[in-house]
């Protein structure tokens, strides 16, 4: 079993910053791909940025640019540190891993294990 627990989120104003964490136990290796995902209401979750076992990441032409994902091994924590934050940015904001999965994350496929979500809210 896989526990995800993201904190972070909150409200800011346009151009602000925010550093989302995911803590990561269970039986989730730190070569595992991990993701983070967001979604708004009414429409689907959307990738945002990956990293797989080699540390090697992918950022969404949304986030790329504002945004970066990073992994501390040694915490078994993910970061999604997001900088000059937009409206559009606002959506509830996942943390996830996919246990056995090394390289080539991807975000399709039901392999990818989901937190509990947290709230990320620009305004001006």
């Known amino acids: 079993q896989v526990e995800l627990a993201e904190s972070g989120g909150g409200s800011v104003q346009i151009g602000g910053s925010l550093r989302l964490s995911c803590v990561a136990s269970g039986y989730i290796s730190n070569f595992d791909c991990m993701a983070w995902f967001r979604q708004t209401p009414g429409k689907e979750r959307e990738g945002v940025a990956n990293i797989d076992g080699d540390g090697y990441t992918y950022h969404s032409d949304s986030a790329k640019g504002r945004f970066t994902i990073s992994r501390d091994s040694a915490t078994h924590t993910l970061y999604l540190q997001m900088n000059n934050l937009k409206p559009d940015d606002t959506a509830t904001y996942y943390c996830?891993?996919?246990?056995?999965?090394?390289?080539?994350?991807?975000?399709?496929?039901?392999?990818?294990?989901w937190g509990q979500g947290t709230q990320v809210t620009v305004s001006s």
């Open positions: 996830a891993a996919a246990p056995g999965t090394r390289w080539a994350c991807g975000f399709s496929g039901d392999r990818w294990i």
